[in-house]
């Protein structure tokens, strides 16, 4: 049987074979004494690229998100985020077991958020209740379907942050998606926020590796928590050629990617199951009016050779990315079609 076409997620895609000749072509040292040139490489291009000082290799999106939450929210002090967000759904509650951080949500919403809503949301220091230090959005939302938080709502939560004196985190695991999308350059979104987490390993196709952006004194301190939490690697040149090679040649690309979840999109759209609109590469399906769940319409999927990820009893998604051709999208919307009209 043909290998399935695998569209739970972004993070299956496997190294093309230029990139793993950069990954065996790097030059290394030990990360950990700050000597391997191609961490440190990578490092400053990505701090250039959203305007800041200085970025940090870290093993994952979950670990980048993290540490930029321990430099921002203090033990005891509270962070303001969506009830779906990244940072509070799927870290294993890492913010509070590491961080002592007490998270506040606003309910799930997506890129749709009102930033009316967070201000009002907004506690400041004091005796009597837990004041509010750091603000956290996600672009692009990966449980709010792959959605795109325009470029007005970003400046106006700025303004929020700056009145409150809290600061302002993007989990921008997909940010290069929303660049893509919606035009807006990296570093006018890097203008907007203290840190950002970015990731190399989900659209961009990399194997392993994000970053955590920020001031230079930010980073050195994310530094050392990240050495804390486990993350200092030694010869992480190997993984960092595998991100450099994704940022210079993987970028542009996600169009092709966000071209066929429309496709995925228009051939669904009649089923009714579209949660929302898409604007990158995330196909939500609400599947509370189908004829079946999300686990019957995965496990059909599946045994026609199509791969789906179940969020919930009627919540499931597809995800376009570097690993699925045009043509096994055409065959995907064939296939899920199909099981939507028997
Ligand atoms: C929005 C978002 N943030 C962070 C992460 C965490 O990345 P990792 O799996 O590398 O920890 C993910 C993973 O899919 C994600 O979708």
Same mark, same amino acid.
């Given at each position: +049987?043909?290998?399935?076409?695998?569209?739970?997620?972004?993070? $299956? *895609? &496997?190294?093309?074979?230029?990139?793993? %000749?950069?990954?065996?072509?790097?030059?290394?040292?030990?990360? /950990? =004494?700050?000597?391997?040139?191609?961490?440190?490489?990578?490092?400053?291009?990505?701090?250039?690229?959203?305007? !800041?000082?200085?970025?940090?290799?870290?093993?994952?999106? @979950?670990?980048?998100?993290?540490?930029?939450?321990?430099?921002?929210?203090?033990?005891?002090?509270?962070?303001?985020?969506?009830?779906?967000?990244?940072?509070?759904? =799927?870290?294993?509650?890492?913010?509070?077991? =590491?961080?002592?951080?007490? @998270?506040?949500?606003?309910?799930?919403?997506?890129?749709?958020?009102?930033?009316?809503?967070?201000?009002? +949301?907004?506690?400041?220091?004091?005796?009597?209740?837990?004041?509010? &230090?750091?603000?956290?959005?996600?672009?692009? =939302?990966?449980?709010?379907?792959?959605?795109?938080?325009?470029?007005?709502?970003?400046?106006?939560?700025?303004?929020? #942050?700056?009145?409150?004196?809290?600061?302002? !985190?993007?989990?921008?695991?997909?940010?290069?998606?929303?660049?893509?999308?919606?035009?807006?350059?990296?570093?006018?979104?890097?203008?907007?926020?203290?840190?950002?987490?970015?990731?190399? @390993?989900?659209?961009?196709?990399?194997?392993?590796?994000?970053?955590? $952006?920020? @001031?230079?004194?930010?980073?050195?301190?994310?530094? /050392?928590?990240?050495?804390?939490?486990?993350?200092?690697?030694?010869?992480?040149?190997?993984?960092?050629?595998?991100? &450099?090679?994704?940022?210079?040649?993987? /970028?542009?690309?996600?169009?092709?990617?966000?071209?066929? #979840?429309? &496709?995925?999109?228009?051939?669904?759209?009649?089923?009714?199951?579209?949660?929302?609109?898409?604007?990158?590469?995330?196909?939500?399906?609400?599947? *509370?009016?189908?004829?079946?769940?999300?686990? #019957?319409? #995965?496990?059909?999927?599946?045994?026609?050779? /199509?791969?789906?990820?179940?969020?919930?009893?009627?919540?499931?998604?597809?995800?376009?990315?570097?690993?699925?051709?045009?043509?096994? $999208?055409? %065959?995907?919307? *064939?296939?899920?079609?199909?099981?939507?009209?028997?």
């Amino acid at each position: +049987m043909a290998d399935p076409i695998d569209l739970r997620s972004d993070t $299956v *895609t &496997r190294p093309t074979a230029a990139m793993r %000749q950069a990954m065996a072509d790097a030059e290394v040292g030990d990360d /950990v =004494y700050g000597e391997d040139p191609t961490v440190n490489a990578l490092e400053a291009e990505v701090a250039a690229m959203f305007g !800041h000082e200085a970025a940090l290799f870290c093993p994952s999106g @979950s670990m980048a998100n993290q540490i930029a939450l321990q430099l921002l929210v203090p033990p005891g002090t509270e962070l303001l985020c969506d009830a779906d967000a990244h940072v509070v759904t =799927y870290e294993m509650g890492a913010a509070a077991a =590491y961080g002592g951080v007490t @998270s506040r949500t606003w309910p799930p919403v997506g890129a749709e958020l009102d930033a009316d809503v967070v201000a009002a +949301m907004v506690r400041p220091d004091g005796y009597w209740a837990v004041p509010t &230090r750091a603000i956290a959005v996600e672009q692009t =939302y990966n449980r709010g379907g792959g959605g795109v938080i325009p470029l007005d709502t970003l400046r106006e939560l700025r303004r929020i #942050a700056d009145a409150g004196q809290v600061a302002l !985190h993007c989990d921008g695991a997909r940010i290069w998606h929303a660049h893509v999308a919606d035009g807006v350059p990296l570093a006018t979104y890097g203008a907007l926020f203290d840190t950002l987490s970015v990731c190399l @390993s989900k659209g961009l196709g990399a194997p392993v590796g994000s970053l955590v $952006v920020g @001031s230079a004194d930010r980073i050195e301190r994310g530094r /050392v928590i990240r050495k804390r939490m486990g993350g200092g690697m030694r010869q992480a040149g190997i993984l960092a050629a595998a991100g &450099r090679y994704a940022l210079a040649n993987h /970028v542009d690309r996600l169009a092709d990617d966000h071209a066929k #979840a429309a &496709r995925l999109a228009e051939a669904i759209a009649p089923f009714g199951v579209l949660a929302a609109t898409v604007r990158t590469n995330i196909v939500p399906l609400d599947l *509370t009016k189908a004829p079946l769940d999300a686990p #019957a319409l #995965a496990a059909a999927a599946r045994a026609e050779g /199509v791969l789906i990820s179940v969020l919930g009893p009627h919540a499931a998604r597809l995800v376009t990315h570097l690993d699925v051709t045009a043509t096994q $999208v055409d %065959q995907a919307a *064939t296939t899920l079609t199909q099981i939507l009209r028997r």
